[in-house]
């Protein structure tokens, strides 16, 4: 289970304070019941002096053989029962004020008096009553306990909530941070030392991270630029030898083969080009498009393709689509979904497109599972048969949609076509 | 007609001349900026095919010093970027005409045809093979004298074909010439057969002597 720091401490503060407070009272009471039976004790010494003083000045007191206000009593003993050493006992004595037998301190010793007669002299004196004194304690202790973890509770949220509000700050950023996006983090001035070094650490981290990724980007379009004149190099270099008319079949369709696969390459390398320039926001020019229009002329671009596949074409046209945005773009964005809605259809050969003024959508007959709108648009995720796909076709549309910002897009399944929608933002 | 060859990657260079001396035209080169500038100083050509990125100076800059010279040679600026920004401001500098590397050959030559067109109105731009003559000014085909009409399409496949007669073009040459970028529809290219063949039919009814022919399946050429 997963604690905020707020209270993490706190669960461990609870039981160790129990533990530590009854280790202590214990003690403490222990401490204590000594001291005080200590004092007793004490006390009924002194009181026996002064009580045998007395005997020796006055005989009659040894006639007290009844505890009365004095509470000692004095008893003729035989020679047997006679022990002059103090004899300490703790006993329960009926006390009429409580109705109950109460805890008394007692002294028992033998002295000879005047009349050098052996007696014993019992001495009682009233003790605290221990389960009382426990039980006070314990309530007095459990008040604390409570009160000092109540006191520790408030402290935590207060100033750990303040301490921590950079914390949070830092978080959140980190929270609203996208690489590439180049956003800065705010500085939270923190006077927490950790704190202060965690910002400082992140702050370097994103930079580092930054950095790294435009060098990355940068990678990409220099290695696709680089490799565009070896490939018109070797393309050309086939083309000369098919030239050749006199070259036996077998090696002229090799050759053609391979032709065919570097044309396949620089196609790849010509989408990993586009994309990276996308990403390096390298369209910003934006004009009001007529999304409508480039679509008629896609589909005019197109048409010999959709006539091959002899696809039933449905095109509703509404209204006008425009939107700021780059024209090239524009274009590269709709030829991309028609492309695919054109590439993955299958035998219904359904192509439906619709357009007005706030919507554009295009939506064709293909797989029968809905797809997952997650894996769609990542880079060279391909949708089962579809050989010819290079697999960046819906990355690039991802990407002009997230860099141009003036449209959303929307991938949907329904009644069996799979269809993408582009609204205003 | 002579053509001057701007490239600074020396194996791209001679196979760009070895092509246009195979198509009997007069082909010079200039591997720099430096070379470049001293030929179109001293030299007259009908056309330049010019690479943007020298390593000791910028195309744009040949550019600017054509037009300084009022040069009558069209230019067609070759350049591995590809970037619409580029294309532009090629375009407006004075080239005219814009060609992404890697290029197919047909395509190259098809724009140094219609470059040279633009500059040169001596008319001599009639392409002729057998009794099959097409004029890319009207873009009027006649065979053995009679006008053949041809949709638009059928008239740009004759048209590649005309360029170089007998000489073999695959299918996927011919899909990213006529159709644009469709190489992702590769796998298919049925849309090419059936367009041929319906030029081969309107062809033959014109009785013209020449025929569309299939070789080894990966394309067609016209004898």
């Known amino acids: ?425 | 007609m002579k053509i001057l060859v701007i490239e600074d990657e020396v194996q791209l260079q001679r196979i760009i001349v070895e092509f246009l001396n195979n198509e009997k035209i007069l082909v010079e080169s200039a591997t720099t900026f430096k070379e470049a500038l001293d030929k179109i100083i001293s030299f007259d050509y009908d056309c330049i095919l010019l690479d943007i990125m020298l390593p000791d100076g910028s195309g744009m800059d040949i550019l600017k010093e054509l037009k300084k010279l009022q040069s009558k040679a069209s230019v067609i600026i070759l350049s591995a970027k590809d970037s619409v920004e580029d294309k532009v401001e090629g375009l407006l500098v004075g080239a005219d005409d814009y060609l992404a590397k890697p290029f197919h050959f047909a395509e190259l030559l098809a724009r140094i045809k219609v470059a040279l067109r633009k500059n040169q109105q001596n008319g001599n731009a009639l392409l002729q093979y057998k009794n099959i003559v097409v004029n890319p000014e009207d873009r009027m085909v006649t065979v053995a004298g009679k006008e053949l009409k041809l949709n638009r399409k059928e008239y740009e496949l004759l048209y590649y074909f005309m360029l170089r007669p007998e000489k073999v073009m695959q299918k996927t040459t011919l899909a990213e010439t006529v159709w644009g970028d469709h190489i992702e529809f590769a796998d298919n290219l049925d849309f090419i057969y059936s367009q041929i063949k319906n030029l081969r039919k309107k062809l033959k009814t014109a009785h013209s002597e020449a025929d569309i022919q299939a070789v080894y399946g990966v394309g067609y050429k016209l004898q």
């Open chain 1, 1 to 425: 289970m997963k604690v905020s720091l707020k209270n993490y401490s706190f669960r461990y503060l609870v039981p160790l304070l129990f533990v530590v407070m009854g280790i202590w009272a214990f003690l403490f009471y222990k401490t204590i019941v000594d001291e005080v039976y200590d004092n007793i004790d004490d006390g009924l010494k002194n009181q026996k002096i002064e009580i045998i003083r007395e005997a020796y000045v006055d005989p009659n007191i040894t006639k007290v053989n009844e505890f009365g206000v004095n509470q000692f009593r004095i008893l003729k003993v035989s020679d047997d029962d006679y022990d002059e050493s103090n004899h300490l006992t703790t006993e329960m004595v009926f006390m009429p004020y409580d109705g109950e037998n109460e805890p008394y301190r007692v002294l028992r010793t033998g002295f000879h008096g005047v009349d050098k007669e052996k007696y014993i002299l019992e001495i009682r004196t009233s003790m605290m009553e221990e389960d009382d004194m426990i039980f006070n304690l314990s309530i007095s202790l459990i008040v604390l306990y409570v009160l000092i973890l109540l006191s520790a509770l408030v402290i935590h949220q207060v100033v750990i909530r303040k301490a921590l509000k950079p914390f949070y700050a830092i978080l959140d950023q980190i929270k609203q941070y996208r690489l590439g996006k180049n956003t800065q983090i705010q500085s939270v001035k923190s006077n927490v030392i950790e704190f202060a070094s965690l910002e400082e650490e992140v702050i370097e981290m994103i930079d580092r991270n930054e950095e790294m990724y435009q060098q990355q980007k940068l990678f990409i379009e220099n290695a696709s630029h680089e490799l565009q004149t070896p490939l018109a190099v070797t393309i050309n270099e086939l083309d000369l030898v098919l030239e050749n008319t006199d070259m036996p079949e077998k090696e002229y369709l090799k050759i053609t083969a391979a032709k065919d696969a570097l044309w396949r390459m620089v196609h790849l390398n010509k989408s990993l080009l586009m994309l990276s320039r996308i990403d390096n926001h390298q369209y910003k020019m934006t004009d009001k498009v007529n999304f409508t229009e480039v679509l008629q002329n896609e589909l005019e671009t197109l048409s010999s393709i959709i006539e091959e596949k002899q696809l039933y074409v449905q095109c509703e046209k509404k209204g006008d689509f425009i939107v700021k945005f780059h024209p090239e773009m524009a274009r590269v964005l709709l030829s991309n979904l028609l492309r695919n809605a054109i590439k993955h259809n299958n035998e219904e050969k359904k192509l439906l497109i619709l357009i007005d003024t706030i919507e554009l959508k295009i939506a064709n007959s293909g797989s029968h599972i809905p797809l997952n709108p997650k894996l769609i648009y990542e880079r060279f995720y391909k949708q089962g048969t579809a050989k010819n796909s290079n697999g960046l076709g819906l990355s690039i549309v991802k990407s002009i949609v997230e860099k141009q910002n003036a449209i959303a897009l929307s991938y949907s399944f329904l009644n069996n076509l799979h269809e993408f929608k582009i609204t205003k933002k």
